[in-house]
């Protein structure tokens, strides 16, 4: 099982992101998938699930209205739309796979002007 991030990024306040998982080494179609943030000094924080199909989401109320996940299973890639960005989202940003319980490396985003 292996899950890359990428995508990540200084931005300014305000601006957009869109962050790419690229998952491989199993079924990815058949599993829900979600993404993670870790800041620096606090605790891993879900952010967004999605299920096998796509069909069904959830968000952290922190990001809701502003971030989407979305999901390519032919692509086999699980993304995140990442709109009016704030100082406050900056982190490091993964990919989990519950099923396998598998992370990717993460990538960092950064909101700063």
């Known amino acids: 099982v292996q899950l890359v991030e990428s995508g990540g990024g200084l931005v300014q306040p305000g601006e957009s992101l869109r962050l790419s998982c690229a998952a491989s080494g199993f079924g990815f179609s058949r599993y829900a998938m979600t993404w993670y943030r870790q800041a620096p000094g606090k605790e891993r924080e879900l952010v967004a699930y999605i299920s096998s199909a796509g069909g069904s989401t959830n968000y952290a109320d922190s990001v809701k209205g502003r971030f989407t996940i979305s999901r390519d299973n032919v692509k086999n890639t699980v993304y995140l739309q990442m709109n009016s960005l704030r100082p406050e989202d900056t982190a490091v940003y993964l990919c989990?796979?519950?099923?396998?319980?598998?992370w990717g490396q993460g990538t960092q985003v950064t909101v700063s002007s």
């Open positions: 989990y796979c519950s099923q396998f319980r598998s």
